[in-house]
Each structure stands twice: as C-alpha cells, then as structure tokens.
C-alpha cells in the first residue's frame, strides 16, 4: 500500500487561497462563465447547508474585504484562469475588485438551499441572453460533475454519495499509516511536504505581524515561551490571516487549510524549537497528515464535527513520535486526544476558528504528556476503544450520523439573524 498512500498525500495536499466553500463557489462560477463566453446577467446558485454555514462568516480573499456568497460568487466571475481551481481568486485584479459590488447590484442572484444532496453541494446556473450554463461540484471541493450549456452536456461524471466516493480510503489504517510514515523513503515526499511547510508557515509569519480576527496567535506569542506555546501560537496565526481574507495561500488537508495548517504548522515549528532532524520532522508530517486524511474520511467532508479537533489529535501522535515516544505511546496519544474535545461544534467558517485551533492543540501536546508518563484513556472509557482504528471510526460515526440534526440545528441558528 506504499504507493496509495503517497497518492492519497498528493491528491489532498494542495494549494487553496482562502477558505475553501467560498473558493469552491468561485471556481464552479469562474468555470461556468468561461464556459457562458461573456458576463451573465443572472445567477442561480443551489447550495447545501454546510456550504452556507461556512461562507456566511469568513471574508472572502481579493474582494476588498468582503464576505457572502454573493460575494464568492461574483468574484469568480473576474478570475483570468478558471482552470486554476482553488486558487482562482489568485487571478482576480485589482481593477476588477472594485467592480464586485456593482456587479453584484446590477445582477440577478437568486439563492436557495437544497436538501437531500451531499453535505458539499454546489449547483451555479449563469444566464445570458439565450444561453445558460450549468456547473455542479459534489462531495469534494474540485470534484465538478456537471457543465452542461443549454441542452449540451459537456461534462458529466456519475454521481456518488458522499460515503461511496470515500471507499478509495477504505484500505486506510492506523497501523498501514505508521508504517508507511516511519518506514518510507521520506526524501520522495519533502517536495511536497516543503511545499506544505513554507506555504503554511509564510501565512502564520503573516498572521503574527498583522491585526487579523481576534488575533489568536498574536496573543499567544506574547508570552509563548516553550517550543509548545509557539507551536500553537503559529498555527491559530495562520487561521488568524487565511479567516480574515489574507491573499497568501495555503496547502490545505482533507479540503481545509484550517487542517492543513493545524496539521503542519506545530510539527514544523516544534522541529525548529528542539533542533530535531530533518528526516524525523518529513516523518511526523507524514504520518500526521495521513492520519487527518484517515480521520475525515470517517466524518465526510463537511460536518458539525470541528476538523480542527481531527486535525490536532493526529499531530498528538506525531509530536510523540518526535519525543521519541514508543508505538504504543503514539497510539495512546490519539486515543488521549480523542477522550477530549471530539463535541467541539463547527459553526462556520469564520475569525474565531483560530480559537478552536489553540484549544485543540494545546489539547493534543497533553495528550502527548500524558501519554509519555504512562496515563491513557482505556478502550471502554466513553467513546474510546483498545484499537485506534475503531476509536477513529467512532469518532465518524458521531461526526457523520450522530451529529447530522446538531448541524441542522446550527444553521438554522446562524440564518436566523
């Protein structure tokens, strides 16, 4: 399974700028008046909830500081390079921001939520004159399956449920993870991994000397003294800059860059800290983000389920491979980690994930703690079983079927002002 789970790395490892529901919107909108050949004069966007929740909070990168669907939307309408998927917003200009408002003025846009479908469901429809245009994205953030322009279909790809386009992961497991992670030929993934790291580590620099959201990881850094405190507080900087609409992007984890960076950022800076050898940090990266891809593949992709809370508890393990923790110390350290914080809601996408990400990862390096002095959460302790692999897979059950009506509920609240 050496070379799966090196694909699985370099299929979810990939640049995003900006939150990733906004962006998905601007890329199904960017592709689809590429496709209209000019500007519509009307828009018709079906979403689900989760795509709602977590546009409604979270600027909207190279709008001017703007934020909504609409917004998203429309912004991709100016994007030069459609196929750049998530990075579309990259190529919007400076002339063109100025014209998002009254682009937004001047055009019918209609919005409305659909049930029934994926948790991740865009449904754009772009009409000019005679011709329309029909984009739809399912399941995952790039995965278009449907353009279709007046009765022609020019893509269409067969549908999944969200569970079925899931089952290429099924052969994932903890301990085909470990191996693969602390057994491979790292060198062949520091491209990659590097790519992560200065990525990631060049928003949080961003994050720390700027004013952004509720500056998390400035305030953290202020009194941050151990390699643990600035771990944390680089990683909550990062979300700090990405939530409030910064123009650096990021590579992102299981199609979110609050992962992506919860999931790098405190192994690269520990590294840093402890002076601890290249080889071992490409490892603890490595089994790090495949054990979020591993987690989230239990959830789904969008849930009422924090991914900040997945993304911590496999950096637990990492950061105890790194204190040189035995291997069933780093099991333990997950299963640690997961004794705590897996209720933590996701309410959107907004400024104050980066307060989620702080307490998720101060959680994680207990977990470590704890794990490293002996203590560990036995199998029968609540949720948390013997084995990793059905602890992770009690932790999907709660995020995809037991919190199903709570992310109902969470919408329904965060529409009703």
């Known amino acids: 399974m050496q070379n799966e789970y090196g694909e699985i790395l370099k299929k979810e490892l990939i640049l995003a700028l900006g939150c990733t529901e906004p962006i998905a919107l601007a890329y199904a909108s960017a592709l689809a008046k590429s496709k209209l050949g000019k500007m519509p004069n009307r828009i018709e966007i079906a979403i689900s909830g989760n795509i709602i929740k977590n546009v409604k909070g979270v600027i909207v990168p190279n709008t001017g500081g703007k934020r909504g669907i609409e917004v998203a939307v429309v912004a991709g309408l100016f994007s030069s390079k459609p196929e750049s998927q998530l990075n579309v917003l990259e190529y919007v200009s400076s002339e063109d921001i100025a014209k998002i408002e009254l682009t937004i003025q001047s055009t019918e846009i209609f919005i409305v939520k659909v049930k029934n479908k994926s948790n991740l469901y865009i449904e754009i429809t772009e009409y000019s004159g005679d011709d329309k245009v029909r984009v739809v994205i399912e399941d995952k953030h790039t995965n278009v399956t449907m353009i279709q322009k007046n009765d022609v279909l020019l893509l269409e790809s067969q549908e999944m449920g969200e569970e079925e386009s899931y089952d290429v992961y099924g052969f994932m497991s903890y301990r085909g993870i470990a191996e693969f992670a602390f057994g491979c030929e790292e060198q062949l993934y520091r491209e990659l991994l590097d790519l992560q790291i200065s990525k990631n580590y060049g928003i949080a620099k961003i994050g720390l000397s700027e004013s952004f959201g509720m500056n998390i990881g400035k305030t953290v850094i202020q009194t941050a003294r ?192």
């Open 226 to 417: 151990t390699s643990r405190e600035k771990a944390i507080a680089y990683a909550a900087a990062g979300s700090d800059a990405r939530m409030s609409g910064s123009s650096h992007p990021v590579v992102i984890n299981s199609g979110s860059g609050n992962q992506g960076m919860t999931v790098s950022l405190p192994i690269y800076i520990y590294c840093l800290s402890e002076d601890i050898p290249d080889e071992r940090m490409y490892r603890a990266l490595l089994f790090a983000n495949l054990i979020a891809i591993y987690i989230k593949s239990k959830i789904g992709s969008l849930s009422a389920f924090c991914g900040a809370v997945s993304a911590a508890s496999a950096v637990s393990g990492a950061i105890t491979y790194l204190r040189g923790g035995s291997e069933a110390e780093i099991e333990n350290s997950i299963k640690n980690a997961f004794s705590n914080l897996p209720g933590v809601i996701c309410d959107g996408a907004k400024p104050s994930c980066a307060y989620k990400i702080y307490s998720s990862l101060d959680s994680a390096f207990l977990a470590s703690d704890l794990a490293l002095n002996g203590t560990v959460a036995e199998g029968g302790c609540g949720i948390i079983f013997e084995s990793v692999d059905k602890t992770i897979s009690a932790i999907g059950e709660i995020g995809k079927v037991g919190m199903k009506q709570t992310d109902e509920v969470i919408l329904d609240i965060m529409t009703s002002w």
